[in-house]
């Protein structure tokens, strides 16, 4: 395969992942069984108290099965984080010397945190679960800080990348001491939502360069 189509290849796989975790977890919320980890007896999923990894338990806070929205989160997690390991397979060919390959390791490395946590729910596999989320997110907090730095150095920078990938450590940081603080309430599930979803459009924004790198090669 040249250069050209595993570029393309790379950059779909990173789009199509970051789409479908927008839109499928929405979905497996309308199916969550309800409680939250601090209120068991609250019903249905409730947006700024609920983890999004709460969707993936086999069981609902609440002790009703989630039968639809683990299997629709546990998948779609499971997609992204493969979607991520092979978008980063072809880091090294966009950002240039060890830089890229620095990127592309840490990057798979994160994409197999999330693989992790897919396959590991909460209430079932805890430890290796909250392992899955320190692999992705400490990896993620790397990635985002090496990306900031070889485009702020770069002359060809784009200016918006710089912007949201210096959003994207400060914020991943910021997540990453509120589990060291040990930190509980709607504040540290703010931020995880927050997290996640600039993580997609983090994503999409790569991808897209990706596929216009894919049509200069």
Known sequence: MNSNNHMKISGYSG????IQFIIIPIIAMFFYGGGTIWNH???????WENFLSDLGRTFAHNGVENNISSPLFNTSLGLFGTSIVLLHSSTFRLFKSVWGY??????????????IIALAPDNVLHDLHMLGVWVWLVALLIIAVLIFIY????????????IIS??????????????FMDVRGPLIVATQKVVIYLNCAWYLCLSSRFLDQGKMI
């Open 102 to 115: 620095l990127i592309t390791l840490t990057g798979i490395i994160s994409g197999i945190g999330m693989i």
């Open 41 to 47: 007896d609250a019903i249905g999923y409730t947006f």
């Open 166 to 179: 210096l959003m994207m450590a400060i914020l991943v940081g910021y997540h990453i001491s509120q589990g």
């Open 15 to 18: 789009m199509i992942g970051s």
């Open 151 to 162: 485009d702020f150095r770069s002359k060809e920078r784009n200016q918006h990348f710089v």
